[in-house]
């Protein structure tokens, strides 16, 4: 991976534009998520990281951005993800001065984001048991869109499933405030229509 410019940062982990260059000569553009140094040493973030590695392999749809490989490299982790040529919604409405999308391009964004929930909610395992998949933290920052107008869902850090709910504490709250259902922000069991809370406020905003 031939790493190029940052082109977006959390408290946790960066995000790059890069190159991959495998042998035989080919060359692929991704975006690669490196966790922050000094958060390479916690290990509940670094299980997080490697849990949204393993989930979001695991997805194939248009709507989701798709993880290629997780590595570790220099005493920290990274996953190489699909690039997605555009910008997250929030930077799209950000200049807008609040002033509504067209309502063509709302009612499209909400098609696709429904879309890919639909999928992710109905998700199930090798032997047809439901994974009962939530995403948790669906706001703007976190919707890309391309410069072709694809709609890509993207950051699944804290995306939980009900078998392995034990990755997070009972009773934590994570996500966006802004754009919980009241039984997230208080902490409880939670399903499905918790995101599609969170795709009403988004809408709503757009």
Partial sequence: YVLHERVGAGGMAEVYRATYSPEGGFE???ALKRILPSYADD?????????EAELCSSLYHPNIVQVFDLGRHGGTYFLAMEYVDGLPLSALLKPRNRRPLPL???TFLAAELASALDYLHRRTSADGVPLRLVHRDLNPPNVLVSRIGEVKLSDFGI?????RA???VAGSVRG????????Q???KDIDGRADLFALGLTLHEA
Avoid: H, I
């Avoid at 290990?43 to 849990?51: E, G, I, L, P, Y």
């Avoid at 995306?159 to 078998?163: E, H, Q």
């Avoid at 966006?176 to 039984?183: F, I, R, S, T, V």
């Fill in 28 to 30: 692929k553009q991704v």
């Fill in 104 to 106: 063509s391009a709302a």
């Fill in 166 to 168: 034990n990755l997070t």
């Fill in 176 to 183: 966006k405030l802004g754009y919980m259902a009241p039984e």
């Fill in 185 to 187: 922000a208080m902490g």
């Fill in 159 to 163: 995306a939980r499933d009900a078998v």
């Fill in 43 to 51: 290990a509940a973030f670094v299980t997080m990281f490697r849990r």
